[in-house]
């Protein structure tokens, strides 16, 4: 067994701020059909790892747009490593992000401002005509999700719901990723190593010691047995 390939495969996923796991992010790219002539547009792109992967593997030219100034900075620092200049990273807040480019994918993962149909529009204003839109969302297993995790998450679909919001607005699904359980672990212990970390400054905050054991709880009592992730590719017609 090579062991450094697996060591180096796992620096690699700590920037995928996804559930998505990256050999299904690949087959997302090739899927759509991204190649060396595409254009790709990530918000909230967190270390701009889904661009680097698409890059890489594709040839995509890229743009993320990120508000945390830590993700873009360390993001920026991979992409100059590994000698890539075809991905540009900015630190913006993605409402106050301008550009007059068009692109022929328009991404975004993880983060859902006033809903499904809201971002779905947001993204409409920066692809070209017959663009390609990708949106990683939360899911709901069950039915009616109990309203603790509604309050925790926000809306919360299930996956009929979220086909049903993208044929409201004429779009169709035409490739798609789910989540892992493996995943799901990856991501939230970084994130909660990132609250400890927080936590380890003041010991004496209430607030974020409080966060920190609501994190792990919301996650192990409801979010593993009730909650999904996927990865949709969506096209009109």
Not at 21 to 46: A, K, R, T, Y
Not at 83 to 97: A, C, N, P, R
Not at 172 to 177: G, H, L, N, R, S
Not at 211 to 237: A, N, S
Request: negative net charge; charged residues 25%.
């Amino acid at each position: 067994m090579d062991h450094q390939k697996q060591i180096d495969r796992l620096q690699e996923s700590q920037f995928l701020i996804s559930m998505t796991p990256i050999d299904s992010i690949l087959e997302i790219g090739f899927s759509s059909g991204m190649n060396s002539s595409s254009s790709v547009l990530d918000l909230c792109c967190g270390y701009g790892e889904m661009l680097k992967i698409w890059h890489e593997a594709f040839g995509i030219r890229g743009t993320g747009v990120d508000i945390c100034g830590e993700f873009i900075e360390q993001g920026s620092k991979r992409l100059a490593a590994s000698g890539i200049t075809d991905v540009t990273l900015i630190e913006s807040d993605i409402f106050k992000w301008h550009t007059d480019e068009k692109y022929d994918y328009a991404c975004l993962s993880g983060e859902e401002f006033g809903g499904l149909k809201s971002t779905i529009s947001l993204l409409e204003g920066f692809v070209k005509p017959g663009g390609k839109l990708i949106i990683g969302t939360r899911f709901s297993k069950v039915e009616n999700p109990p309203q603790e995790l509604i309050d925790f998450e926000g809306e919360l679909l299930t996956l009929n719901e979220i086909n049903a919001v993208f044929q409201s607005k004429e779009y169709f699904i035409t490739a798609m990723a789910s989540d892992t359980h493996q995943e799901w672990e990856r991501y939230i212990m970084w994130s909660a190593r990132r609250h400890l970390a927080e936590l380890r400054k003041n010991l004496n905050n209430p607030s974020q010691m409080e966060w920190c054991k609501k994190w792990y709880d919301m996650y192990f009592r409801l979010r593993r047995p009730l909650e999904g992730y996927g990865t949709f590719v969506i096209e009109k017609i």
